[in-house]
Each structure stands twice: as C-alpha cells, then as structure tokens.
C-alpha cells in the first residue's frame, strides 16, 4: 500500500512539474486587443447596425464599413462648455454608402462600463450623410 501511494505521489508530481515546465516554454498565443474584441463584436453586429444606418435616410440602399476606422475615446457630457454627467467611452466606425466612392458618415456607439463592448441599443449618427463634402439629402 505504502509503495503504491508513492508512486501515485510521484506520478502526481511530474504531472505537475511538466505542467508548469510547459507554461514557461510551451507556445504562448498573443492577447487579442480591446479593439480587436470590439471589431470582431461589430462585424457579429454588422447587419444591426447597417438597418440603424439605412433608417436614417431613406436614399441610403446599401452600406459599405471601413473597419479600420474604429476608434475608442472617453467623452464628458457638457452644456456649453461645462462639464456635466459622468464620462463614457464610445466606438465611432466610418462608412460609405451606395458604393459612391466619395460618400462618408460616422456612427457612434456607447461602451458598455461592465463588458467593454459596444451597446447596440446605443447607436447613433455621428456626422450627417455626406458626398464629397456636401450633404446628401
């Protein structure tokens, strides 16, 4: 019995031991971004926010994302320059639409404080509808 539990206790260690071993030189996955998280959360989302973005304006059929435009900043809430309300951060993706080469519009979405992704429930336009630099309408 006693030369059992020694064996036992011995295989549990080199288990163990080897576990660890691999952890130092075993291969080792580089961490995704935030903003890799939150592109890949959008692209899941993509369609949700293509049907916000056409609700917006009748004339706009199709909806084409740059998704390297993403971009994470904190805003303060302000009435005419002073600050009010807590800070939030928030997600603005660009787009074009109708494959017009020189159309552009921004969307914004709030950070949710407690998962870090982006609230689809909290979308919204972030520049009018613009082709060339003029307003489509």
């Known amino acids: 019995m006693n030369k059992l539990f020694n064996i036992i206790l011995g295989l549990g260690f080199l288990l163990i031991l080897g576990a660890g071993i691999y952890q130092l030189i075993g291969p080792s996955l580089p961490p995704i971004s935030t903003r890799d998280k939150q592109i890949a959360y959008l692209k899941e989302h993509e369609q949700e926010m293509t049907d916000y973005v056409k609700s917006q304006n ?23 320059g002073i600050p009010t309300g807590k800070k939030y951060k928030e997600v603005t993706i660009k787009g074009v639409f109708n494959n017009i080469e020189r159309s552009n519009f921004r969307v914004g979405l709030k950070v949710s404080p407690t998962t870090g992704y982006p609230e689809m429930e909290n979308i919204y336009l972030k520049s009018p509808f613009r082709v060339g630099g003029r307003l489509y309408e």
Do not use: L
């Not at 199709?62 to 904190?74: A, F, G, L, P, T």
């Open 58 to 80: 009748p004339k706009v059929e199709s909806v084409q994302w740059d998704w390297e435009s993403i971009e994470q900043r904190e805003i303060q809430p302000n009435a005419g």
